[in-house]
């Protein structure tokens, strides 16, 4: 299949996902259900993620920018930056990629291989709808809140660093994190990663939908479905930080 | 009746069935029977709507499938049971959940009156002990009988049921075979089975359909299926010693 051809495919199934649900009751259960598997289940990896790139991002920080001439305050400043600008939406969103959309690839690829899928087809369920939309919209829902969660760990990784090494006074971080801070960064980065979590869900639905044969297409998925859903989230990451920034 | 007129069907140009055309009577055990790779599980999806027919005509009641709109086609579906080669029961819910399934999707009874029903169902395929098990938990058998019970709960007109019995040891086959055979003349409904297992040919052929290398190649019932004169089939069901020596027996008049 060329790309084109998989492109028609995949608005195709998007098309098929976003419609009335057969039963709104049965929808609320899979949301809620989706919402504690792809949010709550991945605040561990993405706190102890972030706590540590929060730190490293801090400790670099100040061995590259320590000189007389440069304020104190620019360690915190630019951990800060960093961790809203791109670490919380873009590289949180690769790697959940790996955690969610993997997930979602062989879950629902294991269901097409065992026939499960055709059995929501012969009922007369939409199974594209049924499988799909809850974990496209619950990872959209959660993912401001990751992001949120992720960047506030981020700079308590920071923080750590100041309170437990000699390399920075705690105040000199405190004022550095709070200088010349636009809240609009935060909105920059919520909306970008909004666009990422539709990406990773979607992507990652459509290589599991769409299996043919046996467990080891569902692993050949669950991989394309990583691969391709990153490189797409960067090159979006390209294009939304020129169009929202500049 | 399901009628199935000159039906084709094939995959990225590989053509799988050739012009079939048969008669699934209702009420009655329908069995498709051919060699592994012969093009059954084709067949009966195609005849379940799951695939699109390239030609040919497949008639519910003199309703055509293929002209019918999708929402006519999903109402259709609702009338259709369907139990598939693996079960296909969703992992992720207890046995009494899958069988809540379609109540739950479909019917607006209260939660009550639901689980009733699908306590009924469990009960006549005698599964009501493995109510909160998962189909992980219990037994290939079991997970056969469950998604049977899945199958009939919204009392269907048609029942389709691909290789009920395949990775199950004789007694258990027979036991499944009966009950599918039970159901469907307790409830007249139109019921289609395939099947390689010889026993079940013998036990539950009421209208035998003989599929080979996608062609029909012969229909009939299980006491005519042993002057059939037909190679292919006389290959496939008398391949063993034991089935030879049956039909001696048979033709011999005993
Ligand atoms: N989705 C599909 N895409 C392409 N080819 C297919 C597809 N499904 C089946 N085929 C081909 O159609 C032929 C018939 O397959 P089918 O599954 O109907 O056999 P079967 O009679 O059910 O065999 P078995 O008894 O082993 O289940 C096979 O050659 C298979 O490769
Ligand atoms: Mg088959």
């Known amino acids: ?246 | 009746m399901i009628e199935v007129k000159n039906v084709n069907k094939s995959f990225d140009g590989k053509q799988v069935l050739f012009d079939i055309s048969a008669n699934l009577l209702e009420g009655h055990a329908n069995l498709i029977i051919g060699q592994s790779g012969s093009g059954k599980t084709v067949l009966m999806k195609s005849v379940a709507g799951i695939y699109r027919i390239d030609s040919g005509e497949i008639l519910y009641d003199g309703r055509n499938i293929s002209q019918m709109k999708s929402n006519e086609l999903n109402l259709l579906r609702r009338e259709i049971g369907m139990l598939f080669q693996g079960s296909a029961l969703f992992d992720s819910l207890t046995v009494k959940d899958n069988v809540m399934f379609p109540l739950r999707m479909f019917s607006n009874k209260s939660e009550e009156e639901m689980e009733e029903r699908a306590r009924f169902c469990l009960e006549r395929v005698d599964l009501l002990r493995a109510l909160d098990l998962y189909p992980s938990e219990i037994s290939g058998g079991m997970q056969k009988r469950a998604a049977i019970a899945r199958a009939i709960v919204l009392n269907p007109k048609y029942l389709f049921c691909d290789e009920p019995n395949s990775g199950l040891d004789p007694k258990t086959s027979l036991l499944i075979d009966r009950l599918i055979l039970e159901i469907t003349h307790e409830y007249n409904i139109t019921t289609i089975i395939n099947t390689h297992d010889m026993n079940s040919v013998m036990e539950i052929g009421e209208n035998i359909v003989f599929i080979s290398k996608g062609h029909k190649s012969w229909q009939g019932n299980n006491t005519e299926i042993y002057d059939t004169g037909n190679e292919d089939l006389e290959n496939l069901i008398f391949a063993s010693d034991l089935y030879k020596k049956i039909k001696k027996a048979h033709q011999m008049g005993i």
């Open chain 1, 1 to 246: 299949m060329n790309a084109i051809e998989r492109v028609g495919d995949y608005s195709r199934l998007m098309w098929k996902t976003f419609s009335k649900p057969d039963s709104w009751k049965m929808f609320g259960k899979q949301y809620v259900r989706e919402l504690h598997k792809q949010g709550i289940n991945s605040l561990p990896i993405v706190c102890i993620i972030s706590v540590f790139i929060g730190a490293v991002i801090c400790i670099q920080m100040r061995i590259n920018t320590e000189s007389p001439f440069l304020p104190s305050q620019l360690t915190g400043y630019a951990t800060r930056e960093t961790m809203i600008l791109e670490f919380s939406s873009a590289i949180l969103c690769l790697i959940l990629a790996g955690k969610v959309g993997s997930n979602i690839a062989s879950e629902i690829g294991t269901m097409r291989i065992t026939e499960q899928i055709d059995a929501l087809d012969i009922m007369g369920v939409n199974s594209a709808n049924y499988l799909i939309l809850p974990k496209i919209l619950a990872f959209v829902t959660m993912i401001p809140c990751l992001v949120t969660f992720s960047i506030t760990t981020g700079l308590l990784g920071g923080f750590g660093v100041a309170l437990f090494t000699e390399m920075i006074t705690p105040m000199e971080y405190e004022q550095g994190i709070q200088y010349s801070f636009l809240p609009y960064s935060i909105q920059y980065s919520i909306e970008k990663s909004l666009v990422f979590a539709f990406i990773v869900t979607s992507i990652a639905s459509y290589y599991g939908y769409t299996v043919k044969g046996g467990a080891r297409e569902v692993g050949k998925a669950s991989t394309n479905a990583v691969v391709n859903s990153s490189v797409i989230i960067l090159l979006f990451d390209v294009m939304l930080t020129k169009l929202l920034l500049s």
